[in-house]
């Protein structure tokens, strides 16, 4: 029934594909995902629903943004832990489009690349961690 809504409403609202986070922090370390579900909500949604989704990097972490100030909450603290020392790694954004449209996906996640991959913050592999 989840699906059918979603569906209808992208339908209703004429929407073929959308560019979203994947994750609420850039890559995890090993052990850190353990009390952090939450984090990988956005790619949940997708993965829960059966869209065709694919992941693109669009730009890398810079070293003012590792930093979250005033975090209270648990999830919070636990993001701000996932981001220091995050620095250069790789930031993307996850393309999503309706069932059985993989070729929209691809052709985005396509075009993506292509108009950033000549820009400076463009992260290229393999990924150097200083």
């Known amino acids: 029934e989840i699906r059918r809504e979603i569906f209808h409403t992208w339908n209703n609202s004429k929407v073929d594909a959308v560019i979203c986070p994947a994750h609420a922090t850039p890559a995890l370390k090993h052990g850190q995902s353990d009390d952090f579900t939450l984090g990988g909500s956005y790619s949940m949604r997708y993965n829960f629903l059966n869209f065709p989704a694919g992941f693109v990097p669009v730009t890398k972490v810079k070293s003012s943004e ?42 985005l996640m396509s075009a993506l690349e292509a108009n950033l991959k000549g820009g400076a913050d463009y992260p290229h592999l393999p990924v150097s961690m200083k």
């Open 66 to 107: 590792v930093h979250r100030s005033r975090a209270t909450d648990r999830i919070e603290k636990k993001a701000g832990a996932v981001d220091a020392g995050s620095a250069g790694l790789p930031v993307g954004v996850q393309v999503v489009a309706r069932p059985f449209r993989e070729d929209i996906v691809l052709s």
